[in-house]
C-alpha cells in the first residue's frame, strides 16, 4: 500500500488527480440497478493520450441492497491496436486508498511493451468516491491536509495530544459531510465495483494489474472472485493480516524506510551526489538528517506555500518518507536537509490542487476506518509511540500512532477478507527488496496467504514501485513474460541489483 499515496496512511496531499481538474460536487446516489453497459465516449477532461475514452457506470451504493440506490463509477479504456491477437482485458487498480485511476491506461499505454499492449484492451477506473466516479468530501480544514497531519506525526516531544485533536475533528468531519456514501467506501466494495465492470465489459474473466493499495484490492478480488481472472500481477505488496490490514501496513512504515534509507544516505555520501552530497559516509548522512528534523522541531522555517507555510520537523519528516519513493527524489530530500543546514534556500513547495487532496485524503480514511477495527484507547497509542520512537529514530513513532479510526461512529460492516490459497495457480508478485511503504517482509505474507496460487519475482532495487518503475530489466522482463503469454517463473525469483 501506499495509505494514500500509496500510497503510502493518509498521505492523501500528494495524491493528483491526472488530467481530471477538480474533482465534482458531491451528488446524490441515483436509484437504478447497475446493469448497463458502457456507452464510450470522449473523456471529460481530455486525456494524455488520445486514444483513451471513457464511459460511466453505476454500481449499488450497498451490495446487500442490489435495487437500491446507486454511486456512478468513471472507467476508461485504451483498446488493442491488434484486435486479431486480443486475449482480453487488462484492469488497471490504482493505489491509495483514494487514488485515482481513470488515466491509468494513458500512463500504461506509454510504459508497456508491445507484447502486453498487443494481447490487451486497457481498461482503468476510479473507484466509488474518487475523482469522476461519485465523489466523496468529507470537507476536511484547510489545516488538517497538511503533509504532517494527514500522516499522524507525534510532536517533537513524542506527545500524542495534538494528534488526538485532528483524529477527532476529522472522523466528526467525515461522519457530518460523507453521507451514506462514506459508509460503502471499503476493499470489499471494490472488488464487487471491479466485478460490475467485468460484467459491463462483457468478459468471463478479467487480468489484473494492482499496484500498491491495488494489491491488496486485487488479492481480495483473487479470492472472492478467483474463478472470474485470468492473469493477476500485484506489485509492490501489502502484509495481508486480515487481523491488521491497513493498521500493519501504517505500522511497517518503520520497516520500509528502515530498508530503504541506506540507499538515500549511500547516495547522499557519495561524489554522485555532487552539490547535494551531505556526509563522507552513510552514517553521517543519516546523523545529518536525524539533527535537520531536530533543529527544525526547535526553529522552523518560513515555507511560503506550503501547508502549513513552514518547514518543521515533522514536515522534512514527511518529504524524507515521499523522498524514499524513488531514487530520483533524492535530491530533493538533500536540498530541504541543506537548506535546514543553512547551507541552500528552501526548494519551491510541492503541491497539488486541494479540491484533489481533500477528495483522496476523504476515501482513504473511508477506506482505512471501514475496512478494520482500530483500538480506542488514547494510552494504548501513547505507549506504542514512545517504544517505537525508541525503536525507530527515522520515524520517529509515526507509524503506530492514533489516526481518526480510533473515533470512527461506525464499526465495520463486514470482516476484512482472509487471502488464501484457493482458486486457480494465476497469481504473480512483483517486489523491491527495499520499498518504503510496502516492506518486502510483508510482501512474503502474501505470498504465503496466495500459496501455490502465486510466484514472486523479487527484486535488488528500492523504491515504491517495481514493474517498469524502480525494478530491473530482469524483473521487467519475467512480468512481461508472464502479462504476455501466462508463462511464470517455476518458482520464486531473486533478480540482482541492476549493473
Known amino acids: 500500500?501506499?495509505?494514500?499515496?500509496?500510497?503510502?496512511?493518509?498521505?492523501?496531499?500528494?495524491?493528483?488527480?491526472?488530467?481530471?481538474?477538480?474533482?465534482?460536487?458531491?451528488?446524490?446516489?441515483?436509484?437504478?440497478?447497475?446493469?448497463?453497459?458502457?456507452?464510450?465516449?470522449?473523456?471529460?477532461?481530455?486525456t494524455p493520450d488520445a486514444r483513451q475514452q471513457c464511459a460511466e457506470l453505476t454500481v449499488p451504493l450497498d451490495y446487500a441492497r442490489p435495487d437500491g440506490p446507486s454511486v456512478s463509477l468513471a472507467v476508461s479504456r485504451i483498446s488493442t491496436a491488434r484486435p486479431e491477437l486480443r486475449r482480453g482485458v487488462l484492469v488497471l487498480i490504482p493505489g491509495g486508498p483514494g487514488g485515482s485511476g481513470l488515466n491509468g491506461p494513458s500512463s500504461a499505454a506509454g510504459r508497456l511493451p508491445r507484447s502486453v499492449l498487443d494481447r490487451y484492451d486497457l481498461i482503468g477506473f476510479d473507484p466509488r468516491g474518487v475523482g469522476r466516479s461519485?465523489?466523496?468530501?468529507?470537507?476536511?480544514?484547510?489545516?488538517?491536509?497538511?503533509?504532517?497531519?494527514?500522516?499522524?506525526?507525534?510532536?517533537?516531544?513524542g506527545g500524542i495530544d495534538a494528534n488526538l485533536a485532528t483524529a477527532r475533528r476529522m472522523a466528526t468531519a467525515c461522519a457530518a459531510d460523507g453521507g451514506e456514501l462514506v459508509r460503502s467506501i471499503s476493499t470489499r466494495n471494490e472488488a464487487r465495483d471491479v466485478d460490475r465492470i467485468r460484467q459491463a465489459l462483457g468478459e468471463r474473466r478479467i487480468s489484473l494489474w494492482g499496484v500498491s493499495y491495488g494489491t491488496y484490492a486485487g488479492a481480495v478480488y483473487a479470492t472472492l472472485f478467483a474463478d472470474r481472472t485470468d492473469r493477476v500481477l500485484l506489485d509492490s505488496n501489502d502484509d495481508p493480516d486480515p487481523t491488521r490490514v491497513e493498521r500493519g501496513w501504517l505500522a511497517n512504515y518503520a520497516t520500509g524506510v528502515a530498508d530503504r534509507f541506506p540507499d538515500f544516505a549511500a547516495w547522499a555520501s557519495s561524489p554522485a551526489a555532487g552539490e547535494h552530497r551531505l556526509g563522507d559516509t552513510p552514517e553521517q548522512v543519516r546523523a545529518a538528517y536525524l539533527a535537520a528534523a531536530e533543529r527544525l522541531d526547535g526553529a522552523p522555517l518560513p515555507w511560503p506555500g506550503a501547508n502549513p507555510e513552514q518547514l518543521d520537523g515533522n514536515a522534512l519528516r514527511s518529504a524524507m518518507l515521499e523522498s524514499l519513493y524513488a531514487d530520483a527524489k533524492f535530491p530533493r530530500l538533500a536540498e530541504l536537509v541543506q537548506a535546514a543546514r543553512g547551507r541552500r534556500p528552501l526548494p519551491a513547495p510541492d503541491g497539488a490542487p486541494e479540491a484533489a487532496v481533500r477528495n483522496g485524503t476523504s476515501v482513504s480514511l473511508a477506506t482505512l476506518c471501514n475496512d478494520v477495527s482500530w483500538p480506542r484507547e488514547p494510552g494504548s497509542y501513547a505507549s506504542a509511540v514512545a517504544a517505537d520512537r525508541a525503536a525507530h529514530p527515522l520515524t520517529a513513532g509515526m507509524p503506530v500512532n492514533v489516526t481518526p479510526c480510533a473515533f470512527w461512529p461506525w464499526k465495520p460492516a463486514e470482516p476484512p477478507v482472509r487471502i488464501d490459497s484457493r482458486g486457480p495457480s494465476n497469481v504473480l508478485l512483483v517486489q523491491n527488496l527495499r520499498d518504503p511503504a510496502t516492506p518486502y517482509s510483508g510482501a512474503l505474507k502474501l505470498r504465503a496467504a496466495f500459496g501455490d496460487r502465486a510466484r514472486m519475482v523479487a527484486v535488488d532495487s528500492g523504491g515504491h514501485d517495481a514493474y517498469l518503475a524502480n525494478g530491473n530489466a530482469c524483473g521487467d522482463a519475467l512480468v512481461t513474460e508472464f502479462l504476455a503469454t501466462g508463462r511464470r517463473p517455476a518458482r520464486d525469483a531473486l533478480c540482482p541489483k541492476a549493473g
Open 1 to 46: 500500500m501506499r495509505i494514500l499515496h500509496r500510497g503510502a496512511a493518509l498521505a492523501a496531499a500528494t495524491t493528483v488527480l491526472l488530467g481530471l481538474g477538480a474533482p465534482l460536487a458531491p451528488a446524490a446516489p441515483t436509484t437504478s440497478p447497475a446493469a448497463d453497459r458502457p456507452v464510450w465516449g470522449a473523456c471529460p477532461a481530455g
Open 134 to 157: 461519485t465523489p466523496l468530501d468529507c470537507g476536511f480544514d484547510h489545516a488538517d491536509l497538511a503533509h504532517s497531519h494527514t500522516l499522524p506525526w507525534p510532536a517533537p516531544d
